[in-house]
């Protein structure tokens, strides 16, 4: 395999396609926009309550931490719908298990979320 020179050109289309996979995972798939829901709820909290750095650095490694495991999901769902569309037990467990990857994170973030602004919630009350 020839080893090809690097192009700005084709690094900066790269983020084209990325940007495209963005696009189609919030029009297309309901958690996603849940998760996006939430992203912005926890982020506008988040300025309310005025994170110190390392409570900031927390939140966005979560948000992307939920964000990319339902990329990963969709991604393993849409390859396995695609490669057998009927029921199959081998697939469900196969989605099953993506989807178990999308649930541990977004319990994670759940977590980091509650250490985070319980104690802000009940200071400010």
């Given at each position: 395999?020839?080893?090809?020179r690097f192009s700005i050109f084709k690094a900066l289309n790269s983020f084209k396609y990325a940007c495209n996979g963005l696009k189609v995972l919030f029009q297309e798939e309901n958690n996603a926009k849940v998760h996006l829901l939430i992203t912005v709820m926890v982020i506008v909290l988040s300025f309310l309550f005025g994170l110190n750095t390392y409570e900031w650095i927390a939140i966005v490694f979560s948000i992307g931490f939920v964000i990319a495991t339902e990329i990963i999901n969709s991604a393993i769902e849409d390859i396995c719908n695609f490669i057998h569309p009927g029921k199959d037990d081998g697939i469900k467990k196969i989605k099953d298990l993506s989807a178990a990857a999308v649930f541990v994170s977004a319990l994670t973030a759940l977590a980091i979320g509650l250490i985070i602004f319980v104690p802000k919630i009940l200071?400010?009350?």
């Open positions: 395999m020839e080893k090809q200071n400010w009350l």
